[in-house]
């Protein structure tokens, strides 16, 4: 029976941070934005309910710890950046930010299916299995939410022509 679960194995990231000024400091910059990015695409959820969090804290909202990390292989790719300070580049975010797009394709790669709502979780799997029959079924359909809407608006209540939100 599938379980929906993922297993990452390993990650591979590399970046072009400019010159790396202090190469230890860089590399836990970028193993942290990976930590923060896969928690993001695998498991972190917040919930809010009529304006008010429901999962505030860790009791409620579920953080990776560092034992659930994967292998994790970090490239620098050195260029000269002339307006950075010494010819470096900011590198706080890039760890972060391809994490979920990565793990969302290993996932189509590996049952056909598109999911594009985070956390990415095991029912979603499941459900995305059970809807395609399972890996064989190689459905290329959206599994989940749509695109969400553009800043500033919400989705449209039932009965109601617009979602623009009034402040």
Do not use: C, W
Request: zero cysteines; glycine letters at 12%; proline letters at 8%.
């Amino acid at each position: 029976e599938a379980t929906g679960a993922v297993d990452v194995r390993r990650i591979v990231s590399a970046h072009d941070a400019g010159r790396v000024i202090n190469p230890l400091e860089a590399e836990g910059q970028v193993h942290g934005g990976l930590h923060m990015g896969l928690g993001y695409a695998l498991a972190e959820k917040l919930v809010v309910e009529d304006g008010q969090v429901l999962s505030a804290t860790l009791m409620d909202y579920a953080v990776l710890r560092a034992a659930d990390m994967p292998e994790v292989v970090v490239r620098f790719v050195e260029s000269v950046d002339a307006e950075g300070p010494f010819g470096a580049k900011g590198l706080g975010e890039s760890g972060v930010i391809p994490v979920a797009a990565a793990v969302a394709n290993a996932i189509k790669d590996a049952i056909g299916v598109r999911l594009t709502e985070l956390p990415m979780t095991p029912e979603q799997i499941r459900r995305a299995l059970d809807r395609t029959g399972g890996p064989e079924g190689r459905a290329d359909a959206p599994v989940m939410a749509p695109r969400p809407p553009t800043l500033g608006h919400a989705p449209a209540e039932p009965g109601r022509a617009s979602g623009l939100r009034r402040s």
